[in-house]
Nanobody
Framework: QVRLVESGGGLVQPGGSLRLSCAAS????????MGWYRQAPGKQRELVAAITRGGSTNYADSVKGRFIISRDNAKNTVSLQMNSLKPEDTAVYYCKAESILFTDYWGQGTQVTVSS
């Protein structure tokens, strides 16, 4: 059983920064793609950023230039550095990891609120 636990969410003013972290535990063989998704009230869950085992990254257009995703393969962790935050970034952020056996795992989510 694999478990993903996110941390680092909270309340921040517009223009501020937050760093989200996600740690995997359990019977881990390794992960192919790890990433972050978010879901705002009344909206569908959307991809924010993803990173492959080799370090290739993909970002939603809305966060390019502001967010940076990184991972530590040895520790099975993935992080999201969020800068220049905007009110429209407010959402529950979820960590997702695709195992090398192509099974998807999700974290429980962490709330990010950008408001003055």
């Amino acid at each position: 059983q694999v478990r993903l636990v996110e941390s680092g969410g909270g309340l921040v003013q517009p223009g501020g920064s937050l760093r989200l972290s996600c740690a995997a535990s359990g019977s881990i063989l390794g992960f192919n793609v790890m990433g972050w998704y978010r879901q705002a009230p009344g909206k569908q869950r959307e991809l924010v950023a993803a990173i492959t085992r080799g370090g290739s990254t993909n970002y939603a257009d809305s966060v390019k230039g502001r967010f940076i995703i990184s991972r530590d393969n040895a520790k099975n962790t993935v992080s999201l550095q969020m800068n220049s935050l905007k009110p429209e970034d407010t959402a529950v952020y979820y960590c997702k990891a695709e195992s090398i056996l192509f099974t998807d795992y999700w974290g429980q989510g962490t709330q990010v609120t950008v408001s003055s």
